[in-house]
């Protein structure tokens, strides 16, 4: 998603009104953004909820279980009453800061194969450039085939304030347009696209650079191309994001 103000996928950032919650290591934040304050900001419906910590910056990997157990409480929230669960990792395996579906599906408890009544299924469908196959053309086709309860799709966002770069995790049920964090949209994936619940998780890992001229100049102009901006230990923020998020996904339906 973006508008045109401010480059983010995250509705704490896009809209400010919210509910906030803060048991001390997470805040937990719920906004809904209903169809008057979408044709307003450009966003799409649907109920956000993001929690924010500091665990994964700090390496504090001995808190990583309390942020999964939060993390799956909330995707649970959103998955009420659904066995059948098929979990699309998105983005390029091969770019570090785009590879956090990968790095999910990659540790998912997966088990459709020994238990077809309640089951995690999942993929890696990677992107256009490397397959020729659109994401949505695949997870569609698959959606169509093995008929789920519910889709999640998991994919890196991009965030309006670098301080939210791997220590925010955003869950709704507004669906995700693949690509659209990096000005490169393709097919929407959501209930209306595919047919069914469409639930999406990720994590920021990007800013622009006229965010980051933004947060520092005062002019907060930034001449020439924008160019996309990541941390330089991002191939440790992503495995240690990917870990939380499969280990949510595992607790609540594997």
């Known amino acids: 998603m973006r508008n045109s103000i401010v480059n983010t996928d995250m509705a704490v950032e896009f809209y400010k009104h919210s509910h906030k919650t803060d048991d001390g290591l997470v805040r937990y934040y719920e906004i809904e953004v209903d169809a008057a304050m979408s044709e307003k900001l450009g966003k799409p419906c649907g109920k956000y909820a993001t929690l924010e910590t500091s665990v994964v910056l700090a390496g504090n ?22 066995d059948k669960v098929f979990v699309a990792g998105l983005g390029n395996p091969d770019l570090t800061a785009d590879a956090l579906g990968d790095r999910v599906f990659k540790r998912l408890s997966v088990n459709r ?27 569609c086709a698959v959606t169509e085939r093995i008929k789920p309860d ?17 220590s925010a995790f955003q869950v709704t049920d507004s669906g995700i347009t693949p690509g659209s964090g990096v000005d490169n949209h393709r097919r929407r994936l959501d209930a209306r696209s595919l047919g069914i619940p469409v639930v999406s998780v990720g994590v920021p890992l990007v800013v622009y ?20 901006v990541t941390p330089k230990d991002v191939d440790i923020l992503v ?7 499969a280990n949510a996904v595992n607790g ?3």
Do not use: Q, W
């Not at 799709?153 to 991009?158: P, W």
């Not at 650079?209 to 996309?228: F, K, L, P, V």
């Not at 495995?239 to 998020?245: L, S, T, V």
């Open 113 to 139: 194969h020994v238990s077809p009544d309640k089951y995690i299924c999942a993929l890696a469908p990677n992107v256009l450039g490397m397959t020729g196959i659109e994401s949505y053309d695949i997870i």
């Open 150 to 166: 519910v889709v999640i799709v998991v994919d890196a966002l991009t965030a309006a304030a670098t301080e939210r770069i791997a």
């Open 252 to 254: 609540v339906f594997a």
């Open 209 to 228: 650079s006229s965010t980051i001229a933004r947060e520092y100049c005062s002019a907060g102009e930034c001449n020439g191309h924008d160019m996309i």
């Open 61 to 82: 990997s001995a808190e990583y279980d309390r942020v999964s157990n939060a993390l799956g409480a909330c995707i649970s929230s959103y998955c009420d009453g659904y």
């Open 239 to 245: 495995e240690d994001c990917a870990k939380i998020i």
